[in-house]
């Protein structure tokens, strides 16, 4: 894929089309990696996210027969409207 690098404001910019997204496995609001080795520039997906839990890895540990059911907090103590 070709493309250009542009200005946007501030900063310069690429547009990567879908498909290329799609190759890489990656969407709109992903997070990567951006650095430079030996000249070139290497955007690398962020796949575990250091001192953070993603959110598909926490449910993937809920087991299979889990229910939920309600908690009851007591009465109102502020301006809460129920």
């Known amino acids: ?11 310069q910019g690429l547009r990567l089309a879908k498909n290329v997204l799609e190759d890489a496995r990656l969407g709109v ?3 990567v990696d951006v650095a430079v ?3 070139i520039i290497v955007i690398a997906p962020i796949r575990q996210i ?3 839990y993603r959110i598909e890895d926490l ?11 309600e908690v009851d907090w ?4 502020g ?3 129920w």
């Open 37 to 39: 080795r030996d000249g």
């Open 50 to 52: 250091r001192g953070r």
């Open 74 to 77: 007591g009465e109102p103590v």
């Open 79 to 81: 301006k809460e409207a």
């Open 59 to 69: 449910v993937a540990q809920v087991p299979k027969n889990y229910h939920t059911s």
């Open 1 to 11: 894929m070709h493309t250009k690098i542009q200005k946007w404001g501030n900063s």
């Open 29 to 31: 609001g992903d997070e």
